[in-house]
């Protein structure tokens, strides 16, 4: 089973709101991603956890918080966000955290603020 | 950054022909990854070729790799509606297997 499941799907929040993002994978993963892909762009990376430690910050304004409470869990939150922060925000996960292992992905969270 | 260039940006194929696209980068890799990207979905990983592979088959697709030409083909043969989509190559140039994706090929199949 290879499914890394993503809520909610569809978002919509005010840019003075406080939301989350939720991504969980049961496939024993050690290393979770956040990818932003806006529309007709590629996914770029925002962050990695490597064995629930983040590793990875791809210098990601601190408006996006993320979280990793444990292995199976990895958690993105949001907080003044601005509108060309609007995008699919998507949650991976590998096996571990080293070059050539395959990035399995979930279906996203469409993410709009007005 | 953007590692991956794929080319053509767009293709449009009748069902049944084979479609080819290619994908140059710009530095070393360990090794490439391509992804197909259904309208507004998530990625689902089609196939890894690492960096001392030449070739790689999985089902109807094709991959290969030149690391002396910096670049890359995926190949679809027999091609069906169910195809249409988007794909993507990406490289794997850290220690962390984290991905630098292309720009993406919009793949049309018409049946």
């Known amino acids: 089973d290879t499914e890394v499941t993503q809520t909610p799907k569809h978002l919509v929040m005010g840019m003075t709101n406080k939301k989350s993002l939720k991504c969980e994978q049961h496939m024993g993963h050690r290393a979770m991603y956040w990818y932003k892909q806006k529309a007709k762009k590629p996914p770029e990376l925002m962050f990695v956890y490597s064995y629930e430690k983040l590793s990875i910050n791809e210098s990601v304004p601190s408006r996006f918080s993320p979280e990793c409470p444990n292995s199976s869990l990895l958690n993105l939150h949001l907080h003044a966000l601005q509108p060309e922060d609007s995008a699919l925000y998507l949650c991976a996960s590998s096996p571990i955290g080293l070059s050539g292992n395959t990035i399995y992905f979930g279906e996203g969270s469409w993410l709009t603020v007005v | 950054s953007q590692q991956g260039e794929e080319d053509p940006q767009a293709l449009s194929i009748q069902e049944g022909e084979n479609a080819t696209m290619n994908c140059s980068y710009k530095?070393?890799?360990?090794?490439l990854q391509w992804y197909r990207q259904n309208s507004g979905r998530g990625l689902v990983h089609l196939i890894l070729?690492?960096?001392?592979?030449r070739e790689k088959h999985s089902g109807r697709l094709r991959v290969t790799l030149d690391t002396s030409k910096k670049s890359s083909s995926l190949l679809i043969t027999a091609s069906r509606a169910a195809d249409t989509a988007s794909y993507f190559c990406a490289t794997d140039v850290g220690s962390q297997g984290n991905l630098i994706f292309g720009k993406g090929t919009k793949l049309s199949v018409k049946p």
């Open positions: 530095t070393s890799i360990n090794n």
């Open positions: 070729i690492r960096s001392n592979e």
